[in-house]
């Protein structure tokens, strides 16, 4: 190696040229790898799985439902009175009148819904 750098710097390209093809035995390495490939291994164990996508696009709403039936209104008439309660009778006001003295006197009824 050391004499085909000599030859080189001595003669320029031609002597490298030459110190190349005369020595080329010498400077040879040995044989790599083919490059061909082999049968195929065993087969490995299987990998972990994957982590979740992110949610894709909503698809195209589809087309809109037939319309609903009428209801059905059955008219329920209901009255307020003080006797005869179907359920629980509150307090309301039923006058107000202003005393001699300025003051509000207040008259109050008991009325509930009746049927």
Known sequence: MALTCVLALVFGFVGAFGAVATFQGSLQGKQGETGLTGAPGPA?????????????????????????????VQAKSVDLGSTGCSGQSVQVITDV???????????????????
């Open 97 to 115: 009148t202003i005393t001699a003295a300025q003051k509000l006197k207040l008259t109050k009824k008991n009325v509930c819904v009746v049927k």
């Open 44 to 72: 490995g164990p299987a990998g972990q799985d994957g982590a979740d996508g992110v949610d894709g696009k909503d698809g195209k709403a589809g087309k809109a439902g037939k319309a609903g039936k009428t209801a059905k």
